[in-house]
């Protein structure tokens, strides 16, 4: 389960991401922007690990690939999910709600939710709403369904003791690996999973980063969007940097928590937030996304700034990963 070490995926991706774009239209005419030109590949048996700080965009990223953006949100760009017929990829930001219902949500592409409560039925067990899944998923029947729900369940590290509880008896770190035991059913080509370590516990933590990573190594795809640094560190192969709604650094996982360390200011300032490395806050707050500088979005809070930075940089590559800033640290190789 050792992540690869490639900048960039080796295999025809399974998405293929292309400037994308979410504005919220609000009241007064007002739009916020809060997904600007997102571009990136992601390949079959890769993983990529999507941080930043909360509001930067991360979410809203996801539920565009998954068509469950509010009725007020515009989209730009394109997102190509690779199907049967490696000609004829979906477009999941031009597909009706029939097709994403029908073809793509659970079957080509699993969810493990940010809240899992809110994606959980209150009124159903956890065993009702796994065997429901694999009915629907991988067609068991019978006698078969009792056994493959202890068997998903336990991809999850979810206890069979817990099988017959009520989502409103879960504890919220039992909510999320009831979630995560869902998604992974049916073996979705792509896997989107939106803080999938939030409510566990340290050990549990690790065994479901783990099971993520042993998902993708049996060759499919996972977008992981993550405040945990220490779980991207554990399974990524490749970390994307959000700030502000824009990607500001993509590069090799190696790199980024390796001793050359990421190029941008503010990634840079993530991994030295982290207690068993500085432990330094990032000075200031985010920009309000409603409200964004013309320029770099992060100058205002960082060391480097000059008047440079009213101009607002380019994701370019260099030095096997591609940033977004103008004073990109270059570090050599040890």
């Given at each position: 389960m050792?992540?690869?070490?490639?900048?960039?995926p080796?295999?025809?991706?399974?998405?293929?991401v292309?400037?994308?774009?979410?504005?919220?239209?609000?009241?007064?005419g007002?739009h916020i922007?809060?997904?600007?030109?997102?571009?990136?590949?992601?390949?079959a048996?890769?993983?990529?690990?999507?941080?930043?700080?909360s509001g930067c965009?991360?979410?809203?990223?996801a539920?565009?690939?998954?068509?469950?953006?509010?009725?007020?949100?515009?989209?730009?760009g394109?997102?190509?999910?690779?199907g049967p017929?490696?000609?004829?990829?979906?477009?999941?930001?031009?597909?009706?709600?029939?097709?994403?219902?029908?073809?793509?949500?659970?079957?080509?592409?699993?969810?493990v939710p940010?809240?899992p409560a809110?994606h959980?039925?209150?009124v159903?067990?956890v065993?009702?709403?796994?065997?429901e899944?694999?009915?629907?998923?991988?067609?068991a029947r019978?006698?078969a369904?009792?056994?493959?729900?202890?068997?998903a369940?336990?991809r999850?590290?979810f206890?069979?003791?817990?099988?017959?509880?009520?989502?409103?008896?879960?504890?919220g770190?039992?909510?999320?690996?009831?979630?995560?035991?869902?998604?992974?059913?049916?073996?979705a080509?792509l896997?989107?999973?939106?803080?999938p370590?939030?409510?566990?516990d340290?050990?549990?933590?690790?065994?479901t980063a783990?099971?993520?990573?042993?998902h993708?190594d049996?060759?499919?795809a996972?977008?992981?969007?993550?405040?945990?640094l220490?779980?991207?560190?554990?399974?990524?192969?490749?970390?994307?940097?959000?700030?502000a709604?824009r990607?500001?650094?993509?590069?090799?996982?190696?790199?980024?928590?390796g001793?050359?360390?990421p190029?941008?200011p503010?990634?840079?300032?993530?991994l030295?937030?982290?207690?068993?490395?500085?432990?330094?806050?990032?000075?200031?707050m985010?920009?309000?996304?409603?409200?964004?500088?013309?320029?770099?979005?992060?100058a205002?809070?960082?060391?480097?700034?000059?008047?440079?930075?009213?101009a607002?940089?380019t994701?370019?590559?260099?030095?096997?990963?591609s940033?977004?800033?103008h004073?990109?640290?270059?570090?050599?190789?040890?």
């Open positions: 050792t992540p690869t070490p490639e900048s960039e080796v295999a025809p991706p399974v998405l293929s292309r400037g994308l774009g979410v504005r919220f239209r609000m009241r007064g007002r922007a809060a997904v600007t030109d997102a571009t990136f590949d992601l390949a048996g890769e993983c990529l690990a999507l941080v930043g700080e965009g991360k979410s809203v990223l539920s565009a690939l998954l068509g469950l953006l509010p009725g007020n949100a515009q989209t730009t394109a997102a190509l999910l690779a017929d490696p000609a004829a990829p979906t477009d999941l930001l031009a597909a009706d709600e029939r097709t994403l219902a029908r073809t793509v949500r659970g079957r080509r592409i699993g969810l940010q809240s809110a959980l039925t209150p159903r067990t065993r009702s709403q796994l065997v899944v694999l009915s629907e998923l991988t067609g019978g006698s369904l009792t056994k493959a729900a202890e068997t369940a336990g999850a590290s206890p069979a003791d817990h099988l017959d509880r009520y989502p409103h008896e879960l504890s770190g039992l909510a999320q690996r009831a979630a995560t035991a869902l998604a992974l059913i049916g073996d080509p896997l989107l999973a939106d803080e370590t939030t409510g566990l340290r050990e549990l933590v690790d065994r783990d099971e993520l990573r042993r993708t049996e060759g499919r996972l977008l992981m969007i993550t405040h945990d220490a779980a991207a560190e554990r399974i990524a192969d490749r970390v994307a940097v959000m700030y709604g990607i500001v650094e993509l590069g090799p996982a190696a790199r980024f928590f001793d050359r360390g190029r941008h503010y990634a840079r300032g993530l030295d937030a982290l207690p068993e490395r500085e432990f330094t806050a990032i000075p200031g985010p920009p309000e996304l409603g409200d964004l500088p013309d320029g770099c979005a992060f205002a809070r960082c060391t480097r700034a000059t008047e440079m930075c009213a607002l940089p994701l370019t590559s260099g030095r096997g990963s940033v977004a800033c004073h990109a640290e270059e570090r050599v190789d040890a």
